[in-house]
């Protein structure tokens, strides 16, 4: 049996690794945006998660984009989102974690502009677009792949 004093620790011991992995998905601060460069910032749903995946078809090394030359530009985007379980996929009513790689292509991208891409979960689908700092749509993403090992 544990004496409270091996249980505190162990508490301890479970909230500082929770808070060290925590600390490893959050992305730091950006410094302000070079009048050279174009920022897109990734937006969802708070239950859902969204990352940068391929920039021009290189690996994102990091959770967003780096700040993007003027010029045309291909974002990969993984999105992970909650779905209520199915037969196949577990028992039934248990969640499952849904995941989908969205790509969009934009040719106009301008030094010193904010771009929003934004996704959210069509059933056990994703949906994502490009806006301008003004909210305007500027291209619709399309769907590479999804499922839950994507």
Same mark, same amino acid.
């Given at each position: 049996?544990?004496?409270?004093?091996?249980?505190?620790?162990?508490?301890?011991?479970?909230?500082?690794?929770?808070?060290?992995?925590?600390?490893?998905?959050?992305?730091?601060?950006?410094?302000?945006?070079?009048?050279?460069?174009?920022?897109?910032?990734?937006?969802?749903?708070?239950?859902?998660?969204?990352?940068?995946?391929?920039?021009?078809?290189?690996?994102?090394?990091?959770?967003?984009?780096?700040?993007?030359?003027?010029?045309?530009?291909?974002?990969?985007?993984?999105?992970?989102? +909650?779905?209520? =379980?199915?037969? $196949?996929? /577990?028992? &039934?009513?248990?969640? #499952?974690? !849904?995941?989908?790689?969205? %790509?969009?292509?934009?040719?106009?991208?301008?030094?010193?502009?904010?771009?929003?891409?934004?996704? +959210?979960?069509? =059933?056990?689908? $994703?949906? /994502?677009? &490009?806006?301008?700092? #003004?909210? !305007?749509?500027?291209?619709? %993403?399309?769907?590479?792949?999804?499922?839950?090992?994507?």
């Amino acid at each position: 049996m544990m004496r409270s004093n091996q249980r505190r620790c162990a508490v301890t011991g479970v909230l500082a690794a929770a808070l060290l992995l925590g600390a490893c998905v959050t992305a730091p601060p950006r410094a302000s945006l070079s009048p050279e460069l174009a920022r897109v910032t990734l937006e969802t749903r708070p239950q859902d998660r969204v990352e940068a995946y391929r920039l021009d078809g290189d690996l994102v090394d990091g959770l967003r984009f780096d700040d993007l030359t003027p010029g045309a530009h291909e974002l990969r985007i993984r999105h992970h989102f +909650e779905t209520m =379980g199915s037969a $196949s996929g /577990g028992l &039934l009513g248990e969640p #499952q974690w !849904e995941r989908c790689i969205l %790509a969009v292509r934009y040719g106009g991208f301008r030094g010193g502009e904010h771009y929003t891409f934004e996704t +959210e979960r069509r =059933g056990f689908r $994703s949906v /994502g677009w &490009l806006n301008s700092a #003004q909210g !305007e749509k500027l291209a619709d %993403a399309r769907v590479i792949r999804c499922g839950p090992g994507v």
